[in-house]
């Protein structure tokens, strides 16, 4: 954990832990065989449906509707390309069948993208054809019987498999799953490239050939002849011959911030025009290399770090940017170790994805456990006089509340796909980021919500009853309802906080209204936590301008 053990440099460190989806099963950030045949059914039924409703959309065939598709693909990471050979294997069955009036999920099930597992329901998107779907999907397997693309293995699609990519894919596996970055010439952890971990999820490095210049570290000799913590700040006054960064930011209790979280933290986020064909041109697709990269997550636009202007067109900052405006000592001092899934960098799994959540939620005794073990981790390598704070778990049942029966992006066309049908979907081929609350059974929606309430109260404890000698602790309850009266009041509706695709994480908007009211509360009750406001920062802003941008 050297990225950690280079915060020991700085003067103090704000933590933020957020627990969001320990109250029910998720997803394992290491999907095994029936998990990835899952999301390879998910995949097919997507992308069928969107060229299904792009051949509607712009009356055209449905070969015309794939060429399209491919057009509107940027090149960057073979996807045009890898885009036209897919279409050249499976095109002529996607024909056939979508000609036949079959749709989305009868057309991956007669393509073997889609399995009936023996002895389990039978997973769909779509509302059943009239005619009975055994019936009809034996018609759809005749149609497609003989076809060379069914000799092709389903589960050896990864692109990875091949050769020539294999070393840099286990590299770039590598950077992901450890939380560093895939591009770091000096190996300090941190990166002048944007994504695979760079400078989009901490803080951009300003000398990549130098181990020892990165954000957040003591300055080297106040920075009189190199900008060593990479805020921009560095020389000497001619005036007076005292260092820039020790005249304006000695004394200032400068907060660098580090976020360890799960997906939400990260900002996981698919944009609905990736799925909208009555909205989809060539620059719906122009951040999809971006995106890939970053794992769908877009760290660069969270709540808690966050650094380029928001792209909701609300005026709420991310944490991040509210520290630099309070103190600009504190550029580029942040870092998201957020990683999608139940976990997250230096915190254990809480939860395995079970077939039957009720018996497998983490009980309070269990979570107990697991945030001594984090916090005891914490306190061997933070420096003395941080603050880290907790974050309570949400009721997640206004999802089902808000959207159940509200038309998800691959529905409002026809009008014929619900996030009830979705959150089915998903809970079907056990790909679901949240069983207990994407759920129709409303006494499942209660105990997670009990549960959740439950942990929120263990969190709480711990943060009232233990002390450590490195850090203080504090707890801040996760409001979602304050947050939704907020948006109320502007004129919003409930839903409009929530990511249309994936129906469960909350957006661009949410994130930073939680964290307008997350930082309310900190100033209002621990002011200390924020550090005072820097008296010298227009004279920063003066000589160092942006001091270098992010």
Known sequence: ?????????????????????????????????????????????????????????????????????????????????????????????????????????????????????????????????????????????????????????????????????????????????????????????YSVFPTLRGYHWRGRDCNDSDNMTYP?????????????????????????????????????????????????????????????????????????????????????LSGATGFLNSTSRIKENSIYLRLRKRNRCNHRDYQNLSKNGASSQNLETFIERKIDPVPEMTTPEQFYSKVMESLKFLNSH??????????????????????????????????????????????CLQVTPCHGWMSSNQTLRTLTSERAEQLSNTLEKIATSKKFTNFDLFYVAFDFQEITKKWQQRGGQPWQLIEPVDGFHPNEMALLLLADVFWNKVQHQWPHILGKENPFNPQIEQVFGDQGGH
Not at 414 to 421: H, K, L, P, S
């Open 1 to 189: 954990m050297k990225s950690l053990w280079k915060v020991l440099w700085v003067t103090s460190v704000f933590v933020l832990l957020p627990f969001h989806t320990s109250a029910s099963p998720a997803h394992n950030d290491r999907p095994g065989t029936r998990h990835a045949k899952g999301y390879i059914c998910v995949g097919c039924v997507v992308v069928v449906s969107v060229i299904e409703q792009l051949a509607q959309v712009h009356n055209t065939t449905v070969q015309a509707a794939m060429e399209r598709l491919c057009s509107y693909l940027p090149e960057k990471l073979f996807l045009k390309y890898t885009c036209y050979l897919v279409v050249h294997m499976f095109g002529p069955d996607i024909i056939k069948l979508l000609s036949a009036g079959m749709k989305a999920d009868v057309v991956c099930h007669a393509l073997e993208f889609c399995e009936q597992v023996s002895g389990q329901p039978l997973c769909h998107l779509y509302p059943f054809p009239k005619v009975a779907w055994k019936f009809t999907l034996e018609k759809a397997r005749q149609i497609v019987k003989g076809s060379p693309t069914l000799k092709y293995s389903r589960s050896s699609s990864d692109i990875c498999s091949l050769p020539f990519l294999a070393k840099i894919c286990q590299k770039i596996k590598l950077a992901i799953q450890n939380s560093v970055p895939f591009k770091d010439v000096d190996s300090d952890k």
């Open 216 to 300: 957040g570290r003591r300055p080297d000799n106040w920075d009189a002849h190199q900008d060593s913590n990479c805020n921009g700040i560095w020389g000497v006054d001619p005036k007076d011959g005292i260092p820039y960064e020790k005249k304006y930011c000695e004394g200032s209790q400068p907060r660098g911030i580090i976020l360890l979280g799960d997906s939400a933290g990260a900002h996981f986020h698919i944009p609905p025009e990736w799925l909208t064909a009555s909205q989809m041109s060539l620059k719906s697709f122009f951040n999809l290399p971006t995106a890939l990269t970053n794992e769908l997550n877009w760290p660069q």
């Open 382 to 427: 933070l420096p003395n006089g941080s603050h880290v704070i907790l974050y309570g778990l949400p009721d997640g049942a206004f999802l089902w509340d808000h959207l159940h029966d509200r038309y998800h992006p691959l529905g409002q066309l026809n009008e014929d796909v619900t996030y009830d049908q979705l959150y089915s979907f998903l809970s």
